[in-house]
């Protein structure tokens, strides 16, 4: 069992629920994402997704799409994102995902992508455009390496489908909220807890759920039937809105803390 699912593992034990924050690498630098990282996990992030920027991010909202494009006006590549994870890796023990489209990691290929994702001490990959069927050989890789590839579920998905993504991902599944694309919403979707039990009625796989998770009360609403929430627009909305590098990265560490205290036990 990999970092993830100990830690997935350790909360379940003590009647927690997690909370996977989102960052997107170089927004607006990677010294800044890498402070972000650091405070996300210091006020209470159970594990943190890296965004990889990407030219043309089909999943994200407005908020995504500008840190994407603020970071590849920087010129970040793969290269340096896997560097930041490295220096990373050594300051914490949370977690950490690198999150982003296939194009940027089948850019090295799947071996290739594994060995370096495995050396700097990576512990999960999403690749919210690749379905398992496409991914086979890169998500065998990361297996092979103990790096969990995390799968993705949406309302959408089929029984039967839905019982395949929940015996084939790793570390956890990531259920999609909302048949939309990512961004901070006011409401959760009213058949959501329905489509979570749902999961577990064919497996006990964690299940966090994502997109439009943005407030406390969200949080609190979802921890009655998943075992985490991933937050990503409401905080980078922190960051866009800050005076300063400071600044934001304070206003995000509060929104982290708000939002990990309804998870915690009891």
């Known amino acids: 069992m ?7 593992r350790a909360l379940r034990a003590r009647g927690e629920k997690a909370l996977v924050t989102f960052v997107t690498a170089g927004d607006p630098d990677l010294a800044q994402t890498e402070a972000l990282v650091l ?3 210091e006020a209470g992030a159970d594990a943190v997704e890296i965004g990889m920027p990407f ?6 909202g407005p908020t995504i799409q500008r840190a994407s494009e603020r970071a590849l006006r920087g010129g970040v590549t793969l290269r340096q994102v896997f560097e930041l994870i490295e220096r990373l890796r050594p300051q914490l023990e949370a977690p950490l995902i690198l999150m982003g489209y296939a194009n940027n990691f089948l850019s090295l290929g799947e071996a290739a992508f594994a060995a370096r994702a495995a050396a700097i001490g990576l512990d999960g990959v999403i690749a919210i455009d690749l379905p398992p069927e496409e991914g086979e050989e890169l998500f065998g890789r ?3 390496r103990e790096i969990d590839p995390i799968l993705l ?3 959408t998905t089929r029984p039967a489908r839905l019982a395949m993504l929940a015996k084939e991902t790793r570390g956890f599944l990531y259920f999609v909220s909302l048949t939309g694309v990512t961004g901070a919403r006011q409401a959760l979707s009213a058949t959501l807890e329905r489509e979570v039990r749902e999961v577990r009625r064919v497996s006990d796989v964690p299940v966090c759920v994502g997109f439009g998770v943005s407030t406390p009360e969200h949080a609190r609403e979802v921890a009655r039937f998943a075992d985490g929430v991933a937050v990503g627009s409401a905080l980078i909305d922190c960051v866009e809105r800050a005076s300063s ?17 309804p998870l915690r036990a009891g």
């Not at 990999?2 to 997935?8: K, L, N, T, V």
């Not at 030219?55 to 994200?60: K, W």
């Open 2 to 8: 990999g970092r993830i699912g100990e830690r997935f």
């Open 153 to 155: 579920a949406a309302p």
């Open 39 to 41: 405070a996300h996990v």
């Open 245 to 261: 590098p400071e600044a934001g990265r304070a206003a995000a560490a509060r929104l982290v803390a708000a939002l990990k205290a």
């Open 55 to 60: 030219s043309d991010p089909i999943g994200e």
């Open 142 to 144: 990361l297996r092979e």
